[in-house]
């Protein structure tokens, strides 16, 4: 290990609701979280329990630490569980950390998109366009220190609000900007009537990439990310976006992805009655967007048309 046992301790012991927050995970604000067990949303049933400062998930009887919790999350080894906590997390175990207690939110510093663009090009088959559009609208870009991908939101004066963090490297890190407002979620504006809502940043650019392989207008359709805070980023947003009268879910093609349709398909029919907007749902063929772009892109390799990888499989791509 590269870490001093003094180092070790620390790290090992941050405060988990903390460590939960950096990851990237929500908690269950509703009746299921009381001061004795902290309910995280879509999570299969995982609490965190602050006087003990440790965890538990029903759904698979797994629990422990909060440096389990970052390798179970992450899939990645001690010394990587370390590292993200130190580089993420603030040192210091805090039982009874305040749970509003928000910090200024701030962007990282940022650096040449070098890393990112090869990340969301190569690694992630996104269309080179649309990732060098959104680079130059200040929506994406590569924190300096971490060369994480920044996935900014901005409210409509273009202010930035909320910033949600992407690895570039092995470790499949999650996070956020501490003190950020994820109301404002990571958009990419339309011209249409129609707003795409799905779980992240690369879902949205992989239904983009699509839609351009396929001849279609890529901007026509407002795509947002939910990003854990689904129905206050769509709510808002259709607020501020008048022309919008459709919405169409494509949240993964999970049971965690259904019950999210589900729970937020009844929230918007109830707050836009008056508006008549229609919602629907469109899901993917594998487990998400960017998993199909990157099952065609390797179908691609081998000479088949986006046409022919779509067919039967896509009948309401567009």
Not at 7 to 33: F, H, P, R, S, W
Not at 114 to 123: A, G, H, M, N, Q
Not at 227 to 234: E, I, M
């Amino acid at each position: 290990m590269s870490f001093s046992k003094e180092e070790y301790y620390a790290l090992a012991n941050v405060n988990c609701t903390a460590v939960v927050q950096a990851i990237g995970m929500t908690i269950d604000e509703g009746k299921q979280t009381t001061e004795k067990a902290i309910h995280i949303n879509h999570s299969g049933g995982l609490y965190i329990f602050p006087d003990k400062n440790n965890w538990f998930r029903h759904s698979d009887g797994r629990g422990g630490f909060p440096i389990d919790l970052v390798m179970d999350s992450l899939s990645c080894s001690k010394e990587e569980a370390l590292e993200f906590i130190r580089r993420n997390v603030p040192v210091g175990y805090i039982p009874n950390q305040p749970k509003h207690n928000k910090a200024v939110f701030t962007l990282p510093a940022q650096t040449t998109p070098e890393r990112v663009s090869d990340y969301l090009k190569i690694t992630r088959g996104i269309d080179s366009e649309i990732v060098d559009y959104l680079i130059g609208k200040q929506i994406i870009a590569e924190d300096a220190q971490h060369h994480n991908c920044m996935f900014i939101g901005r409210d409509i004066s273009g202010n930035a609000r909320s910033c949600a963090l992407r690895g570039t490297g092995s470790v499949q890190f999650r996070g956020e900007v501490s003190g950020g407002d994820k109301s404002y979620s990571f958009v990419i504006t339309g011209t249409n009537n129609r707003l795409r809502v799905f779980e992240s940043p690369i879902d949205a650019m992989s239904h983009a990439t699509f839609s351009k392989l396929l001849g279609l207008d890529w901007l026509a359709d407002h795509r947002l990310s939910a990003n854990g805070c689904g129905h206050a980023a769509v709510s808002r947003y259709i607020k501020e976006h008048t022309e919008i009268t459709a919405v169409i879910l494509s949240f993964d093609n999970d049971e965690a992805g259904r019950k999210a349709t589900e729970t937020l398909s009844f929230k918007l029919s109830k707050e836009f009655a008056e508006r008549k907007i229609s919602i629907s749902r469109v899901i993917s063929q594998r487990k998400d967007w960017n998993e199909d772009l990157i099952a065609f892109r390797a179908a691609e390799s081998d000479g088949v048309s986006v046409s022919d990888f779509l067919k039967g499989a896509f009948p309401q791509i567009t």
